[in-house]
């Protein structure tokens, strides 16, 4: 399955385009703006570099906790 990011300019646009998928039979899928910050998080924890490891004491001072 692929999927097509379509960024509205405004809630009459957007109404349209919805009303247009909905016509042509084609799944569609409104994501609100904390769906669309956690996807963009997910996708950054996917490329994070896993391999270092840092000590319980840095995490602590970097929270300001000693």
């Excluded at 703006?33 to 970097?62: N, P, Q």
């Amino acid at each position: 399955m692929e999927a097509i990011i379509v960024n509205a300019k405004n809630k009459t646009e957007l109404q349209l385009i919805s009303d247009m998928l909905k016509k042509m039979r084609v799944g569609m899928r409104v994501l609100t703006i904390d769906e669309i910050e956690d996807l963009g998080l997910i996708k950054l924890m996917k490329e994070a570099d896993r391999t270092k490891t840092v000590s319980r004491e840095k995490i602590m001072e970097k929270l300001g906790r000693k």
